[in-house]
T-cell receptor, first 116, second 111 residues
Framework: DGGITQSPKYLFRKEGQNVTLSCEQN?????MYWYRQDPGQGLRLIYYSQIVNDFQKGDIAEGYSVSREKKESFPLTVTSAQKNPTAFYLC???????????????FGDGTRLSIL | SQKIEQNSEALNIQEGKTATLTCNYT??????LQWYRQDPGRGPVFLLL?????KEKRKERLKVTFDTTLKQSLFHITASQPADSATYLC??????????FGAGTRLAVHP
């Protein structure tokens, strides 16, 4: 079955540590996204990538970094500069679409990050 | 700044009734609007997309309306079932694959 796999499901970070969240998709989608979800708030876009070797900052990119070396993979690193990293992180992918189109996004089941 | 508002209070309805969820937006003129379902501890699942020139879209028991004058979308589930219990998210878009998500409304359907 095609889909998006996020790992691990739960992750704990010590103060001052960087951690990397994995996101892999086998849907052959060009576009991939990282969101953060906090209680009572909508999903907020961290980074997105429309094509391999290219990515753009979203609305809350500070304290995060990404890479897009392969079409199927879009890992997110939460750095020690992110002062409030405890959240539910969601990865998504979509067909890139032409300019002015709008494509549904397919989501993984998330990684819950907590601070020890 | 752009603002998406969905009822923060849970909607409780009886099985078999129609559930209606509201999504209002301000400082924004989206060309598209998507609706997603999210179960606890899971990622959102896409349900429906409606374009600004479409007044209404249907899929099985689901119906979505999009009123660009009122800046509002309504999401209806007819003949609701306990399995429909979840949080429903609206996500307007300007058409560049960048979505802005509302916080969602939790629906509870009671037998």
């Amino acid at each position: 079955d095609g889909g998006i796999t996020q790992s691990p499901k739960y992750l704990f970070r010590k103060e001052g540590q960087n951690v990397t969240l994995s996101c892999e998709q086998n849907l052959n989608h060009d576009a991939m996204y990282w969101y953060r979800q906090d209680p009572g708030q909508g999903l907020r876009l961290i980074y997105y990538s429309q094509i391999v070797n290219d990515f753009q900052k979203g609305d809350i990119a500070e304290g995060y970094s990404v890479s897009r070396e392969k079409k199927e993979s879009f890992p997110l690193t939460v750095t020690s500069a992110q002062k409030n990293p405890t959240a539910f992180y969601l990865c998504a992918s979509s067909i890139r679409g032409s300019l002015g189109s709008n494509q549904p996004q397919h989501f993984g089941d998330g990684t819950r990050l907590s601070i020890l | 700044s752009q603002k998406i508002e969905q009822n923060s209070e849970a909607l409780n309805i009886q099985e078999g009734k129609t559930a209606t969820l509201t999504c209002n937006y301000t400082n924004y003129s989206p060309a598209y609007l998507q609706w997603y379902r999210q179960d606890p501890g899971r990622g959102p699942v896409f349900l429906l997309l409606i374009r600004e020139n479409e007044k209404e879209k249907r899929k099985e028991r689901l119906k979505v309306t999009f009123d660009t004058t009122l800046k509002q979308s309504l999401f209806h589930i007819t003949a609701s079932q306990p399995a429909d219990s979840a949080t429903y998210l609206c996500a307007p878009s300007n058409g560049y694959n960048k979505l802005i998500f509302g916080a969602g409304t939790r629906l509870a359907v009671h037998p």
